[in-house]
């Protein structure tokens, strides 16, 4: 059966991490950048974990079951299949997710593949059965999204609330909002202000003009006029 993909806040989650090779390291340094709290246990750990020593609470020695008391998130990246099954039974019956690398039938979470852009997040998964697969559509994803896209996700997310108070019928909102969307994609990623007063003025008449606060108080918003600055200097 197909696994569900599930975006969760990270921020301030207590994260464990056995092992300290490649793999782990790589796991530990994507969980860090959504702003988890890892502890990394490991008799010995490679450069790239090293690496991180800085960001992570480091404790060179064998791991332990115990390590995972506590913990909202467990990633078991060692070499000792026995540990991993102990840890997998201590967590399962504490409810705390656990992911086994190379073993997704043990995990109770799967590690995706990756494409972000500041707050665009991509997850790719074939369900453990091909990491290879999950590579090559990794790389297909990231040569197709738009360098730009990010930034453009968040000029029309600073837009957002302002223009759900603008415009009150969801179906008429959605459609303004895709109609922006594709201007900017169309201009770059630039999206002027006049290009989003011409949009929301065509949602009707009276909607901008009803208070003579709406498109106005869009244009003079700080966080807006933040980032049509940094559009424009690309």
Same mark, same amino acid.
């Given at each position: 059966?197909?696994?569900?993909?599930?975006?969760?806040?990270?921020?301030?989650?207590?994260?464990?991490?056995? %092992?300290?090779?490649?793999?782990?390291?790589?796991?530990?340094?994507?969980?860090?950048?959504?702003? /988890?709290?890892?502890?990394?246990?490991?008799? #010995?750990?490679?450069?790239?974990?090293?690496?991180?020593? %800085?960001?992570? +609470?480091?404790?060179?020695?064998?791991?332990? =079951?115990?390590?995972?008391?506590?913990?909202? *998130?467990?990633?078991?990246?060692?070499?000792?299949?026995?540990?991993?099954?102990?840890?997998? /039974?201590?967590?399962? &019956?504490?409810?705390?997710?656990?992911?086994?690398?190379?073993?997704?039938?043990?995990?109770?979470?799967?590690?995706?593949? *990756?494409?972000?852009?500041?707050? =665009?997040?991509?997850?790719? !998964? !074939?369900?453990?059965?091909?990491?290879? @697969? !999950? +590579?090559?559509?990794?790389?297909?994803?990231? %040569?197709?999204?738009?360098?730009?896209?990010?930034?453009? =996700?968040?000029?029309?997310?600073?837009?957002?609330?302002?223009?759900?108070?603008?415009?009150?019928?969801?179906? &008429?909102?959605?459609?303004?909002?895709?109609?922006?969307?594709? @201007?900017?994609?169309?201009?770059?990623?630039?999206?002027?202000? #006049?290009?989003?007063? &011409?949009? *929301? +003025?065509?949602?009707?008449?009276?909607?901008?003009?009803?208070?003579?606060?709406?498109? @106005?108080?869009?244009?003079?918003?700080?966080? /807006?006029?933040?980032?049509?600055?940094?559009?424009?200097?690309?």
């Amino acid at each position: 059966m197909a696994y569900f993909p599930l975006f969760i806040e990270l921020e301030g989650k207590k994260c464990l991490v056995v %092992g300290g090779g490649r793999v782990a390291a790589r796991k530990a340094a994507q969980l860090l950048a959504y702003g /988890a709290e890892l502890l990394v246990v490991a008799k #010995e750990v490679c450069p790239a974990m090293w690496q991180l020593a %800085g960001h992570i +609470r480091l404790q060179l020695r064998p791991a332990r =079951v115990e390590d995972a008391d506590g913990m909202d *998130l467990v990633i078991c990246a060692s070499d000792d299949r026995r540990l991993h099954e102990e840890l997998t /039974a201590f967590c399962r &019956e504490r409810r705390i997710w656990v992911n086994v690398a190379d073993d997704s039938g043990g995990s109770s979470f799967l590690f995706p593949g *990756l494409v972000r852009q500041g707050d =665009v997040v991509l997850g790719i !998964t !074939t369900g453990g059965k091909s990491p290879a @697969a !999950t +590579r090559y559509l990794r790389r297909e994803l990231e %040569g197709c999204l738009p360098p730009f896209f990010g930034g453009l =996700v968040e000029r029309l997310g600073v837009l957002r609330d302002q223009v759900k108070e603008l415009i009150p019928d969801p179906r &008429e909102r959605e459609r303004r909002f895709t109609e922006l969307l594709m @201007a900017g994609i169309g201009r770059g990623g630039i999206l002027p202000d #006049e290009v989003i007063e &011409e949009t *929301l +003025r065509a949602s009707g008449p009276g909607d901008l003009h009803g208070s003579g606060s709406g498109c @106005a108080a869009i244009q003079k918003s700080p966080a /807006a006029d933040s980032i049509s600055k940094r559009q424009e200097m690309r």
